[in-house]
């Protein structure tokens, strides 16, 4: 039997979190959401788990099919925990090098300064080892990978050369930027938050 969650106006990352409790309990799972964004988080993260996803569009909402062919339940969404302390969110081994940004500058003090620092950083970032396996942006970080951003040809290489790059979709709400990403993936703060934890090691600008 089909369950379906009805995630339809919930804020990030509610339909995340009301998708992932339904697939714990059901192989056979339907999905209604109201936006591209819960659209392709919900998306993501059943994928991940190893299920087939079908989206239809009906009258502007999205519902996803989310189907487990193998039969499995429990096992193919949470892991078992070896497998949660090797594999983060996206795949990753854990012990990963996590770089989570916030602001649009770099340190405290004046701003411009602060400006010139952090396009010093980023610029300079795809020439030292290590790399960052991942680079979370949020609160006034998203502003780095959105149109117009000094930092954006940057980033562009940067996720060209394999690094994850994940933008808080609440923030870029916030800052009226969600139609002005040049760069990365828009995702919630339950992708976020599994990120974070599964990293090995966080550096924070």
């Known amino acids: 039997m089909t369950k379906t969650v009805d995630a339809r106006g919930l804020a990030c990352p509610q339909p995340v979190i009301l998708t992932r409790k339904a697939m714990i309990d059901s192989s056979d799972v339907t999905v209604l959401v109201a936006s591209a964004i819960s659209r392709d988080n919900v998306q993501r993260m059943a994928e991940r788990a ?29 892991g078992s925990p070896k497998e949660e302390s090797q ?10 090098l996590v770089l989570v940004v916030s602001d649009n500058k770099m340190g405290r003090g004046d701003e411009e ?18 790399s960052p396996d991942t680079i979370i942006l949020f609160n006034a970080g998203v ?46 703060m339950y992708d976020i938050a599994e990120s974070m934890l599964a990293a090995g090691r966080i550096v924070t600008l």
Do not use: W
């Not at 594999?87 to 990963?96: E, H, L, N, Q």
């Not at 300064?113 to 290590?130: D, N, S």
């Not at 980033?155 to 050369?161: D, E, T």
């Open 50 to 78: 190893g299920r087939q996803v079908t989206v239809t569009k009906v009258e502007g909402e999205f519902h996803l099919h989310i189907v487990d062919q193998n039969g499995g339940l429990v096992s193919s969404v949470s």
């Open 113 to 130: 300064l602060g400006e010139i620092l952090v396009r010093a950083f980023f610029h300079t970032l795809g020439e030292v080892e290590p």
């Open 87 to 96: 594999t983060g969110t996206d795949g990753r081994r854990a012990g990963s």
């Open 143 to 188: 502003r780095l990978a959105a149109e117009g951003s000094p930092v954006l040809d940057d980033l562009r290489a940067l996720a060209a050369s394999g690094i994850h790059i994940m933008l808080c979709g609440t923030c870029l709400k916030y800052f009226d930027l969600i139609d002005r990403v040049g760069v990365g993936v828009v995702s919630n």
